[in-house]
C-alpha cells in the first residue's frame, strides 16, 4: 500500500514536471479514434490517377517524410501511419475514400486532402463529425472560416492574398497601366481573379480583358493572339504549370513584351521555366513563401539540405525540381510540429487546438522570414509571400517578405 | 477511295438478346433482393453509404442498357444526363426548398424533355457519329455548368453542397440507412418498371429497331419516335439516378461530372452485359470496387492495374455478366437433370 | 481585321495539330472500322520514347526513325496479344478493350516518366515564319509533314498491292479472304501504320503543347472531331477537316459575343453535329448503303 503511493507520488511529481517542461502538453494520455500508445493514423487523400495526377507526388513525398519520422522514433513515440488513397480529382469519389478514412479506416485526422471541388464535397462532411480538414491543399479562401468550419484549416496563402499582392505592386509601378488577364476557368482561376479585382479596388477598370481558357484545351495561342490585340503593357498570368509555359513560349515568339506576372502555382523552375526557355523568361514577376530546390542560392541553407538528404533516402526517385515535392515536405512538417504539441492530448480538439496555436513555425522549406501563425480567429497558416523577378537561370528575390491578408 | 459506294454488311453492333433473357428468374431476383434488404442492417454507415452508390450508379447503367441494349443507340453522354438530374436535385432543395423526394420525378421528368430533344439530331446519326456527337454532349456539360450566366443557381465552379434528409417520422436510423432503403425502393420500382416497358410494344419497338432498322421501319415501326423515346427515357432514369446521387454525395460541382463518369458507366454495361438489365449492377459493382481494389495493388501504377484487370474481364467473358449467368443457368440445368 | 486574320493565321497553327491526329484518327479507321480511344496514349508514348533516345544522346533524325520502328512494331505487338483475340468479341467490348490500354498506357508512362512537362526540340526551329510571327518555322514544318504524309498515304492506298489489300480487308473481308488476302494480318499492319503515324503526330505536336502523360487528352478529342468533320474514310478530308476545326474554333472563340469564349469547343462540337446532320458521313466521306 504504501509503495503504492510512493509510486503514485513519484509519478504526480514527474507529471508535473514534465507538465512544466513541456507546457503545451497533458501528461495524461487522451485519445481519440486514431490513435494510441504506439500508433496515430493518418488520411490523406489526392489525385494519383487521372488528368490532376501530377500532384501525386505530393501524397508519396508526404508518406516518405512520415517514413523519415518513423524510423527516428515517431512523434513522440507513436509511429504515423499514413493512410493515402486517390480521389482522382472527382468530389464524388473524394467522399467516398474520405468517408471510408473515417469510418473503416478511422483516421484521427484527414490531412492535405486537394483540390477545392474535393475539399467542398468533404468539408460538411467531416465537420459534422468532428472530424479534423487539417491543412488542405488548396488556395481558395474560404478555408479560413473558424466561425462556421471550426474543423477546416488551410496552409498555403490563399489565391486572393497572392492577387493582392500583385495588385499593389503594380499600382505602385505602373499606375496607368493597361492589364489583361488570362486564367484557368475553374476554382482556381476565378478565386484569383476576384482577389486581383478585390486589390484593385475603384481602379478594377485598369483590367480590360480577361480570358479564360480550359484545361481541356491543347494550347492557348487564341487567347494570347486576343489579348496582345487589346495592346495592354501588364499580362498577369493565372495557369497551371502546362499552360504557363506554353504562355511564356508563345509571348517570346509572337514579340509581346508585357510586364509578366505569373502565379505562384507555376513558378517551379525546373518543370515550367526551364521547359519554356530561360531566355524567353527573363523578367517575368512573381511571388514566392517556399524555396526552389533549382535554385542554387540555396545549395547551402540547412533546410533544404535536410530536405534533399530526405528525398536521397525515402524517395530517391523524386524530381527535386517538381515544386510538389517541396510542398509535400513542408505540409508534412506542419503536421509533425503540431502532432509534437500535442503529447499525449490526441483527441481531434486538441488537435485543432494546436493547430490554431502555431506561433512563428518555419518549416525547413519555407523561405527565410515567412512564418507560419494560426490562432483561435486566424485559420490561414501561410499568409506572407515575397515578390521575385526571374533572371538569369533563376528567381531574384527582392523588396520585403509581405503579408496579403485578405481582410480575415 | 473507290467510287463504287461501300456496303455495309457486317453483323449489327449490339447482338440480338432474346427477351426472356433480359430478366433474372423469380428465384434469383428474391435472393437478390433479400441481400440487398438484409444486408446494410449488419454493416458500418460507410459501407451502407457505398451500396448506395452502387444502385445509383446500377440505375444510371440500366439506363444505357435500355438505350444501347434495347435500341441499339450508343451513348457517351449519360454523364450529361447524370450532371443535368443531379443540379435539379441540388438546386430545387438548396434554392427553392423542395423536399427531396419530390425533387426526383422533377429531375427525371427534366432529363427525359433533354434526352427525347437530343435524340432528335442523334436520328440522323448512328454508330460513331452518334457516339462522337454524344462524346460531345458530355464534353461540353461541365463548361456549360460553369458558365457565369447561370452561375447564380448552379454556384459555378465552386459547385452547390447539399443537406442530407434525415429519417423521416422519427424513425431511429441513421441517414446513410433511410438514404439507401429509399435509393432501394426507387431502383427496384425503376428496374421493375423497366423490365416492362422492354417486355411491352414499345420494347418490342425498340428491338426490332435495335436488329435492323430499315426491316422495322419496313414493319410499320415509327423508327423516329422510338429511338427518341428510348433518348428520353434513359435520360430520364439516368437523371434520377443523378438526383439520388447529389443527395447521397451532399455535393455537386462540375469536376463530378466529366466524361470519365461517362466512360465509367460506359465500362459497367459492357462488363454487365449489354441488354441484360440485371447486370447492370454487376457493372455498377465493376465500375465502383475495381478503382479500388486496383489502388489497393499499386498506387503509382492504380491506372495500369485497372486496365490489366478490365482486359482479363473482357477476355474471360467478352458478353459480361450475362454470360457467366448463361453459363451458371445450363449448368444447374444439368445438375436438375 | 488584322485581328481576324490573325486568328484565321493562330488557328491554322492549331489546326495543324488537329490534322495531324486526325490522319492518325482515319488510317485506323481505315483499318478496323471503328475509332481507336487509346490512340492518343499509344502516340504520346511514342514522343516520349524518342524523347527519351534523345536524353541518351541519340541525334533527332535517328531517334525519329527508331521511334517510327518501334511504335510500328508496338502498334502491331499490341494487336496481336490484345486485339486479335477480341475479334470475335462484340463491338462495345472492343471499345471496352481500348479505354482499358488508354488507362494503362497513361499509367506506365506517368509512372515511367513523371508528370511535370518536358521541353521537346523541333528540328524546323521556332522562328517567325515568312514573317508572320503567328506561324512559326515549326508550325508550317508541321503542315508541310501532314500534307507529306497524306501524299505518302494516298500513293499507298492508290497503288500499292499492300495498300490494296488493306483497303479490300476493311471494306470487304468475307470477298478479300476469297481471293486470298490474309484480313487478319492486314489488320495488323494498319494497327502498326496508324501507331507509326501517330508517333509522327506527337513527336510533331510535342514542341508546340509541351510533352506530359496527359498531353494527348485534348488533342485527341480534337482529331476525332476533325476526322469525323471531313469524313472517316478520307484521308484528306481529315486533314481539312483539323484546318477548319482550328480556325472555326478560333473565330467563335473571338467573335461570338458573351460565351463564345468559354464555350468555344462546346460551339464547334455543336457544329459538327450540324454538318453530321446534313451530311452523315462527314464533308467528304462516302455514304454507306446499307443492305437489309
Known sequence: MRSATIRSAAFWTALVTFAVTNGSALAQKKYDTGATDTEIRIGHIVPYSGPASAYGVIGKTEEAYFKMVNENGGINGRKIKFVSYDDAYSPPKAVEQVRKLVESDEVLVVFNPLGTPSNSAIQKYLNSKKVPQLFVATGATKWNDPKHFPWTIGWQPSYQSEALIYAKYVMKEKPDAKIVVLYQNDDFGKDYVKGLKDGFGAKASMIVAEESYEISEPTIDSHIVKLKATGADVFISITTPKFAAQAIKKLAEIDWKPMHILSNVSISVGSVIKPAGFENAQGILSAAYAKDAADPQWQDDPGMKKFLALLDKYYPEADRLNSSVVYGYGAAQTLAKILEMCGDDLTRANIMKQAANLKDFTPDTLLPGVKINTSATDFAPIEQLQMMRFKGEKWDLFGDVISGDAGH | MSSVDEVANEAPAVEAVPKRAMTLGYGTSLVVLALLIIGPMFVKNFIVFQMTMLLIYALAVLALNILT????????????????????????????????????????????????????????????????????????????????????????????????????????????????????????????????????????????????????????????????????????????????????????????????????????????????????????????????????????????????????????????????????????????? | MELFINQVLAGIATGAIYACMALAVVMIYQAIDHLNFAQGEMAMFSTFIAWQLMQWGVPYWWAFLLTLAFSFAGGIAIERMLFKPLAKAPVLTNVAGFIALFAIVNSVAGLTWDFTIKQFPTPFGSSPFLGSQLISTHQAGMIGVTVGLLILLYLFFQFTRIGLAMRAAASLPESARLVGINTSWMIALGWGMASAIGAIAGILIAPVVFLEPNMMGGVLIYGFAAAVLGGLTSPLGAVIGGFLVGVFENLAGTYIPGVGNELKLPIALALIITVLVLKPAGLFGRPIVKRV
Open chain 2, 69 to 337: 441494349g434495347g435500341s441499339g443507340q450508343f451513348s457517351l453522354g449519360q454523364s450529361a444526363f447524370y450532371a443535368v438530374g443531379a443540379y435539379t436535385s441540388a438546386i430545387l432543395m438548396e434554392h427553392m426548398g423542395v423536399n427531396y423526394a419530390l425533387t426526383l420525378p422533377i429531375a427525371g421528368i427534366i432529363c427525359f424533355g433533354f434526352g427525347f430533344l437530343f435524340g432528335q439530331p442523334a436520328l440522323r446519326l448512328s454508330g460513331i457519329y452518334l457516339a462522337l456527337a454524344t462524346f460531345a454532349l458530355a464534353v461540353a456539360m461541365p463548361q456549360l455548368l460553369k458558365l457565369g450566366f447561370f452561375e447564380h443557381w448552379t454556384g459555378g465552379v465552386q459547385g452547390l453542397v447539399v443537406t442530407k434528409p434525415d429519417a423521416p417520422f422519427g424513425l431511429p436510423i441513421s441517414q446513410d440507412r433511410w438514404l439507401y432503403y429509399f435509393t432501394l425502393v426507387v431502383s427496384i420500382g425503376i428496374y421493375i418498371a423497366s423490365v416492362n416497358l422492354l417486355k411491352s410494344r414499345s420494347g418490342r419497338a425498340f428491338m426490332a429497331i435495335r436488329d435492323n432498322e430499315i426491316a422495322a421501319s419496313a414493319m410499320g415501326v415509327d423508327v423516329a419516335l422510338y429511338k427518341t423515346l428510348a433518348f428520353g427515357v434513359s435520360a430520364g432514369i439516368t437523371g434520377v439516378a443523378g438526383g439520388l446521387g447529389a443527395i447521397a454525395v451532399q455535393f455537386v460541382a462540375p469536376d463530378g461530372y466529366t466524361i470519365t463518369l461517362a466512360i465509367s458507366l460506359f465500362l459497367g454495361m459492357v462488363v454487365g452485359g449489354v441488354g441484360w438489365l440485371p447486370g447492370s449492377i454487376v457493372g455498377s459493382a465493376f465500375i465502383i470496387f475495381v478503382p479500388n481494389i486496383a489502388e489497393h495493388i499499386s498506387k503509382g501504377l492504380s491506372g495500369a492495374v485497372f486496365g490489366v484487370l478490365l482486359f482479363l474481364v473482357i477476355f474471360l467473358v467478352p458478353h459480361g455478366a450475362r454470360q457467366v449467368a448463361i453459363v451458371a443457368q445450363q449448368l444447374i440445368g444439368k445438375l436438375k437433370k
